[in-house]
């Protein structure tokens, strides 16, 4: 049995709903995040926190649990569930509005679901195609994934496994995810209008000997000429990408890629040890 939280209180998940009058369902108003848990401990939980008040904030939604009260309502499903390696969604709406349009009080639903952890499966890489967009306030984590659910066809048709966004040739990010170059010195990800992802923010902490980070723009023809290539998430860690429109990028050894995510794993260890 698979219990979800509404407004910190638990229903089966065969009975867990909210009414068709809720801004998400009418008009796709709402954030959200997700975190991971391993051996039934959250990574990194405070760093999401801090995300997820901040997406609210920004979205005017008023969340009615502190950091404390929200900490206690998912370890309660945590508890109540038993997935010791799982995904914790944490969905905030837009609430049940009369008119469909004007925000009312939001409803707080919490998810778990099993996940595979990836930890050391960085031999294969991903394939990207490249897509001129971007993302609608992209410093908030909003429930709006309207381009790359339409565009799924398109990924597929151009032989990749996910999306890689540009804004008129400089690169942002992937709809689930960040996205790094590594050029001879440097590994370089996008600054501006992106989502500050916490395993990116993790990353961009590390030190790694003979490069330096940089958070800058960057234009698609240097993705093609970098050394390496990867994206970087909560269920990916960092991630190599072998191909970007079909063009193979580096040598696909992706050896800097393998030592961040050596190191990010520690980090992971070191907060679950904690």
Do not use: W
């Not at 001879?184 to 000997?209: F, M, Q, Y």
């Amino acid at each position: 049995m698979m219990y979800i939280s509404i407004n910190n209180k638990l229903f089966l998940q065969e009975d867990a709903n909210i009414s068709v009058a809720d801004l998400s369902i009418q008009r796709g108003y709402g954030i959200f995040d997700f975190l991971k848990t391993i051996n039934n401990k959250s990574i990194f939980i405070q760093d999401y926190f801090n995300r997820f008040y901040h997406s609210a904030k920004e979205m005017n939604l008023e969340v009615e649990l502190n950091r404390e009260q929200l900490h206690e309502a998912i370890l309660k499903l945590i508890e109540k569930n038993n997935i010791p390696n799982s995904g914790i969604k944490i969905i905030l709406t837009g609430g049940f509005s009369e008119d469909g349009y004007t925000m009312v009080k939001p409803n707080l639903i919490i998810i778990q679901t099993p996940l595979n952890i990836i930890e050391t499966e960085t031999k294969t890489g991903v394939a990207l195609v490249s897509y001129n967009h971007q993302r609608q306030i992209p410093q908030v984590k909003t429930i709006d994934y309207l381009q790359a659910i339409r565009l799924q066809k398109f990924v597929k048709e151009n032989g990749a496994d996910d999306l890689l966004y540009h804004n008129n040739g400089k690169v942002r990010e992937c709809p689930r995810a960040n996205f790094f170059i590594v050029t001879n010195s440097e590994i370089i990800t996008a600054k501006n209008e992106v989502l500050n992802g916490i395993t990116r923010k993790k990353i961009l902490s590390l030190e790694i000997p003979g490069y330096t980070f940089s958070e800058r723009d960057f234009t698609v023809d240097e993705v093609y000429d970098a050394k390496e290539a990867f994206i970087s998430s909560s269920t990916k860690n960092a991630f190599p990408v072998n191909k970007v429109d079909g063009k193979l990028i580096g040598d696909g050894k992706s050896i800097i890629t393998r030592l961040i995510n050596d190191n990010l794993l520690k980090l992971i260890e070191l907060d679950q040890n904690n």
